[in-house]
């Protein structure tokens, strides 16, 4: 699978107390989600402060980051930000883009024939651009934010008609598609281009609209300790699932928005990307058990 | 099954207009929910306005109303309120109490070894009183919200204690436990006395804590017209079904949650109670059959 997005350091405050410059990034943490599953390739860009044993980390997890360009003329992607102790709301008390601001994202030869692609949360254009740089892959699924709705709508628009997995938070969702009911909702994002919505409730799980299938995934119930990251981990889980399978049918894309809700759960267990990296296969396994026992019942 | 609660009248306002005095009440609803599962005795007040044709109109479904007084110093108990067009919320614009201000549950004679045992959203000095008023019954089950937390927390703590299981609200769950995390709020309630909690989350479905068993019942996608009695028919499926299998089992508590959930799916369809009096058997299994579907996926 190939993932596009932001490299990044993130500065995190929270009830633990304060983080600097942790490893962050869109593409990072899809990155590790999705070496779980499946072999990986990044797209993205750092500056000349961004450590080799960071990327001698993501490579040992099998990631190739032949395509991670490293721009000696400025820092990496810095964001700072705060979380209320709840963790259900954040603030963000300063983005430096650095390198970040003049990204153009150049797929690398040997990864042009990729069938899954996941383009992570940065401009539409920019999305845009990787399509049209890959030969036609097999699934392109697609993430973003209120910020290119308020500021990019058209070529969200655009990129939409060429995406086949939207995955979207549910604020986000009414935005987009000026609806409440979340059957409009998915109704009017459906209609956009998308064949399959996933629309992501944090603390509430997700669901999932397929054709005429509809699918909740449950949320998993731990004591959070950091959500940054958990939406990348969400969608690069949920891509690597699908890629170790291969083949994009309604059945497995229900298992695969399972394994990423599993794998976005152990994201928030840490700080950063720690507990994701430590991650292993029968932990993973376990926790996908859980999340079949905890959603299951006797029909009689 | 017991059902004991307020009986009234509803005018309600929302975006399809004006509906003026529908009947409604914790024990109506729960009574007609119950009603599809089990046999139901209902106890509760009405004045002097209320229709023979409607307390006919129940114990057509099988409700046994001889525990229904009628009060004729005065008029049914009146509510109206405004919703607004998303649902999510609600304004009370008039309480007018009437006869349910004076309202002790009498149990009559004959109804005070029934097995299960249903108090609605009343004060919780009168819960008490019912449960003084019964022989131990094999399962308790009741609801309350934050009028009571707010206003008669001791009483609701003595009652918690003779409770098996206790229904609430997320945010009322919340304010009742001074935590945050679902995980520490359910442990801070099952503290209180009850061995088994269910946690609303409205349109994000709810939470099963039973033991060291944890259960998430989906929401289920749907337009609702109206979500009065939503919650009480939720709390009066549940007890139905657990009095049919007869058994209370963690397995029968979960299939309980989902069918309580998908008997209050049919009763937002409607305004007041009307489509839960219409609704049917085949209807409800071929609900609960959609809830499983919408939840089940392969884990490998």
Known sequence: MLVVGSVAFDTIHNALGTHE???????????????????????????????????????????DTGGLEVDASGDTFHWEGKYTDDLTARETLRTDLNVFANFQPKIPENFRKTPFVMLGNIAPALQISVLDQVEKPELVIADTMNFWIDGALDDLKELLKRVDVLVINEEEARQLSGQHHLIHVSAELLKMGPQTLIIKQGEYG??????????????????????????????????????????????????????????????????????????TKEELAERVAQFRKITDFAQG
């Open 206 to 279: 997700a669901w999932l609209f397929v054709g005429d299938e509809v699918f909740s995934a449950p949320a998993f119930l731990l004591e959070a300790k950091d959500p940054t990251g958990a939406g990348d981990s969400f969608a690069g889980g949920l891509l690597g699932y699908l890629a170790s399978k291969g083949e994009v049918t309604p059945e497995n894309l229900k298992s695969a928005v399972i394994h990423g809700s599993a794998v976005a759960s152990f994201c928030v267990e840490g700080v950063g990307p720690e507990r994701l990296l430590k991650l």
């Open 21 to 63: 410059k942790v490893v962050g990034g869109s593409a990072t943490y899809a990155s590790i989600a999705g070496s779980l599953f499946s072999d990986v390739q990044l797209v993205g860009v750092v500056g000349k402060d961004f450590p080799d044993a960071t990327v001698a980390a993501l490579r040992e997890k099998g990631i």
